[in-house]
């Protein structure tokens, strides 16, 4: 009998998509492990040397605050990515009150709707990245590589004694605090510089926040997947479309440029007009 009632209960559980052990609980271990495992797999998708067989990975961000000199209007866009080691990458995001979309699939780069991403370019008057050799889906500082495992170590951990946990979307997260090392900070000019992650068991990150003396920015990290790879049609246009803007390599850094600073914008808000 109580065979036959565990096998309803494990059913109902099933059917509901409900979790049969109890909630894991968030990483409390040392800040500096925690972020190190952080970046672990995404140093499997975005640089050559990992033994991960992972080399693949989805997520879509969310802009949930934005304040100080960032445009209101971004508050509340979603913007979707996915990359493949070693030459794919590609980002979906809403500009000019469509959806764009910029992919490097290999030696070729396409973005749409056409007309529109050369319109952004000429206002923009942004142009290729001569002579690049890109072993990366995206251009990356050939330091990163060789330093990437040490990381970590760059950040100044605010009380990295105590392991503050917080409920965000019904996950326990650790919450960490940190600013850069002091030696780092004034060569990026970034003394101000303050961040915040959300940490969900399985060292995902759940949320960014970062801190500037004018602006801040939150983005919820969600959908966060890593695979050995993704379907080949992910790197194609969809079916039908004509609208298309195709390109090299060495244009794609100049691309992902002006849409991230164009999210959610519409031509009166001109945001060429303050770029740097």
């Not at 109902?12 to 800040?31: C, K, M, S, V």
């Not at 600013?179 to 068991?201: T, Y």
């Not at 080949?232 to 090299?248: L, V």
Request: hydrophobic content about 45%; some cysteine; proline content about 9%.
């Amino acid at each position: 009998m109580r065979a036959r009632m565990y096998r309803i209960i494990l059913c109902l559980f099933l059917a509901a998509g409900l979790p049969l052990h109890a909630q894991q609980e968030p990483p409390r271990d040392n800040p500096f492990n925690v972020i190190g495992k952080i970046f672990q797999p995404l140093w499997g998708v975005l640089l050559a040397d990992t033994k991960s067989p992972n080399r693949a990975a989805t997520l879509t961000l969310e802009m949930s605050e934005v304040t100080g000199r960032l445009p209101a209007n971004m508050k509340g866009a979603s913007l979707k990515a996915a990359v493949q080691f070693p030459d794919k990458v590609r980002l979906e995001a809403p500009v000019l009150g469509e959806q764009f979309t910029i992919c490097r699939n290999g030696n070729e780069v396409w973005a749409t709707p056409g007309t529109k991403v050369e319109f952004l370019i000429a206002q923009f008057k942004v142009k290729p990245k001569k002579n690049l050799k890109l072993t990366t889906p995206i251009f990356l500082p050939p330091e990163l590589s060789k330093y990437a495992m040490f990381l970590p170590a760059i950040f100044s951990i605010v009380r990295p004694d105590v392991a503050e946990v917080e409920t965000l979307n019904g996950e326990d997260c650790r919450v960490l605090t940190a600013g850069l090392i002091p030696e780092l900070s004034p060569a990026l000019k970034a003394e101000d510089f303050q961040g915040r992650i959300w940490v969900a068991p399985g060292y995902l990150p759940r949320r960014v926040e970062v801190k500037r003396k004018d602006f801040t920015a939150v983005v919820d990290i969600r959908d966060l997947t890593y695979t050995t790879s993704l379907p080949a049609s992910t790197w194609q246009p969809p079916a039908g479309t004509t609208d298309i803007y195709r390109t090299t390599p060495e244009m794609l850094e100049a691309l992902l440029y002006i849409v991230m600073n164009s999210v959610k914008a519409s031509e009166a808000d001109a945001p060429w007009l303050h770029a740097k």
